[in-house]
């Protein structure tokens, strides 16, 4: 059986969830609850004592409106305070449990451009109660010419694909159905770090491009062999039920619920049930200024503490592993200067100035230029300097040169992470630090916490390597002159030190030019590695928001 959606016109024929979902679930049987048919026409049902609207005059579906406790309830769930820059869980649950269901075919949109999904994680139904079928997979984005979603996914589920030895476990899906709401899975989001989206609401909505989306499979109660496909009967946006949303007149694709057609008589298929009432979620992305817990590194209820700046140390040294009471929480914590962006030297330094008491929160972060010579094997700076994170190439012995100043670091199996930094102290210039090998990526802050914008590290009379526009949004272009006609490779790292792109020159050129698409990746810093003719050049470049 195809198990995935068959590529059929946008017809009463397409409506068909029951035969391409179901030719395979003949075995599942079991039933949780009464489920009434009726063919009166009923009052409209209520939600919360309120009279349950309706939409339009008529509906196709009159003779098919069910008692409100002899209908399937969908819903996607709200988050609240979700933290930008990181991931989101957000259930798509099921609400109310009627009969047996043998499967279902869910279409969900969402803005791409807020949301980055990540994977679509089966719930209890196939985690505990055995369920055989779970895929999930994108759909084409949209745009703004289409009326569809930037982002949209299908989410299928099957209880049984064939009728072999083994089957779900009926006793299992009981008790989940009795039990009250349960999630039919999970969709994992990375929330956009694009600080204009705080304090909004990001939808994530149920979508219909044809009579199946959107629908379950069920065995009704006087024939456990039959399967019935469920569609829509109301749509609901959130948060609760003030607004409904549902039309059967607006044509595919659409937000709000199967259409009429889907409902009229065409000999060889059954006609849908209207027996699930959905209810739209999304992300409630907090507000930056409601986030109190900046600063508290420990997360132990008091921030900017001397612990905090211990354990934020710790992570350039050690790494994320350092954050083992609430990862998400510490992160979050960690962006001290109030710029977006976690996890920065420039929070370290600014975190230490609080706790010297010589700063209050939010500092000016207009960065300042600065040039980091190599020579020798030593690194120079020509700028006061509050901390250095640098990430060198190999198991390095690194000698610090700096008077009044600390030196941590440590060998993750790949780079030695450096951090040089203190308590109490406005910084260093001039030669800091000594060792032998390739420096990969540097990130450094003056003692006020502002980034500095380095040029180098370079040597002789070398002309510097230059980026505009630095800080950038998603594109800059990278150059440098050199004295004579050369080949190059230019080679761009994270703030970890992992390869994010590569360039590399075809012939011999005099003026390198390179344009850096970083479109999709995320805000933080950068170092472009430039190398030609046996030298080395080193720039840094910064994303913004």
Request: proline share 6%; hydrophobic share 40%; net charge negative.
């Amino acid at each position: 059986m195809g198990l995935l959606r068959d590529s059929v016109g946008r017809s009463p024929g397409a409506r068909t969830l029951t035969l391409r979902l179901l030719s395979g679930l003949v075995g599942a049987v079991a039933v949780f609850a009464l489920l009434s048919f009726g063919c009166d026409k009923k009052a409209p049902t209520t939600y919360d004592d309120e009279p349950f609207p309706v939409a339009g005059d008529t509906q196709p579906n009159d003779t098919l409106i069910w008692d409100q406790n002899s209908i399937y309830i969908v819903q996607i769930e709200t988050t609240r305070s979700t933290l930008q820059g990181m991931h989101e869980r957000v259930d798509v649950n099921m609400n109310q449990w009627l009969a047996q269901v043998g499967g279902w075919d869910m279409l969900i949109g969402y803005d791409a451009s807020a949301l980055l999904f990540q994977a679509a994680i089966p719930g209890p139904l196939h985690a505990e109660c055995r369920w055989e079928y779970f895929n999930y997979r994108y759909l084409p984005f949209g745009n703004g010419d289409t009326l569809c979603p930037s982002g949209m996914l299908r989410v299928v589920g099957i209880a049984e694909t064939n009728n072999g030895p083994n089957h779900p476990d009926v006793v299992c899906c009981d008790s989940l159905g009795a039990a009250g709401p349960f999630a039919l899975f999970t969709l994992d989001f990375l929330v956009s770090n694009d600080r204009t989206l705080e304090c909004r609401f990001v939808p994530i909505r149920f979508f219909w491009m044809d009579c199946g989306d959107n629908s379950i499979a069920f065995h009704p109660l006087d024939n456990p062999m039959a399967s019935i496909q469920g569609a829509s009967r109301y749509v609901f946006e959130t948060p609760g039920l003030t607004e409904m949303i549902s039309d059967e007149t607006t044509g595919y694709p659409t937000y709000t619920g199967v259409q009429r057609e889907c409902f009229e008589n065409d000999p060889g298929y059954p006609i849908p049930v209207a027996i699930i009432d959905f209810i739209n979620g999304g992300v409630d992305i907090v507000c930056a200024d409601s986030i109190d817990d900046r600063g508290d590194i420990n997360l132990n209820g008091t921030a900017n503490e001397i612990s905090d700046a211990v354990l934020f140390s710790n992570y350039f040294v050690k790494g994320v592993g350092v954050f083992n009471v609430n990862y998400n929480g510490q992160v979050a914590a960690s962006d001290v200067n109030a710029n977006g962006t976690t996890l920065e030297v420039t929070d370290l330094v600014y975190l230490i100035r609080i706790i010297t008491g010589d700063a209050l929160p939010r500092p000016p972060l207009t960065p300042v230029p600065g040039k980091l010579t190599y020579s020798g094997g030593v690194l120079s700076i020509d700028v006061k300097t509050g901390a250095a994170y640098l990430v060198l190439a190999g198991e390095v012995a690194p000698r610090l040169l700096a008077t009044r100043m600390e030196m941590n670091y440590a060998f993750d199996g790949r780079n030695t992470r450096l951090l040089v930094s203190k308590i109490g102290t406005e910084g260093f210039e001039g030669q800091f630090l000594a060792f032998d090998g390739d420096l990969v990526s540097f990130e450094m802050a003056t003692y006020d916490g502002a980034p500095i914008d380095l040029d180098g590290p370079y040597d002789g009379d070398q002309q510097p390597v230059r980026s505009y526009p630095n800080p950038f949004s998603d594109t800059t272009t990278i150059r440098c002159i050199t004295s004579y006609p050369v080949q190059y490779t230019c080679t761009i790292f994270d703030a970890v030190g992992a390869e994010v792109a590569m360039f590399s020159s075809g012939g011999a050129a005099e003026m390198i030019t390179i344009t850096w698409d970083a479109t999709g990746l995320p805000a933080g810093p950068y170092v472009c590695r430039l190398e030609f003719a046996g030298i080395v050049l080193w720039h840094s470049m910064l994303k913004a928001n």
